[in-house]
Nanobody, 119 residues
Framework: QVQLVESGGGLVQPGGSLRLSCAAS????????VAWYRQIPGNQRELVAE???????YSADSVEGRFTLSLDNAKSTVSLQMNSLRPEDTATYYC?????????????WGQGTQVTVST
């Protein structure tokens, strides 16, 4: 069973930066896609950024130009560099790996890390 461990959340002032990391318990996984989501209480989980095994990348309009997702495929580690943070970025952030085992795909989630942007 693959486990994902997140780190890097915390409290930051508006305009500041944070870097989130997510490490899988095994290297060299068969990755179909990797993504970061975020969620605030009472709302649905929102896709923030994603990269597929084919190299296609997606960023939500709200974070375009401010957040950058990076994947180290060999180390099975993904990071999210967040710059110019705004109060509305406050949320719990989750990493997501979609892994291929044979003919099936499986979702794995990190435990979530809190990001709070406030003065």
């Amino acid at each position: 069973q693959v486990q994902l461990v997140e780190s890097g959340g915390g409290l930051v002032q508006p305009g500041g930066s944070l870097r989130l990391s997510c490490a899988a318990s095994e290297p060299n996984l068969s990755i179909k896609s990797v993504a970061w989501y975020r969620q605030i209480p009472g709302n649905q989980r929102e896709l923030v950024a994603e990269v597929t095994s084919g190299g296609a990348m997606y960023s939500a309009d709200s974070v375009e130009g401010r957040f950058t997702l990076s994947l180290d495929n060999a180390k099975s580690t993904v990071s999210l560099q967040m710059n110019s943070l705004r109060p509305e970025d406050t949320a719990t952030y989750y990493c997501n790996f979609v892994l291929t085992h044979g003919e099936y795909d499986y979702d794995y989630w990190g435990q979530g890390t809190q990001v709070t942007v406030s003065t």
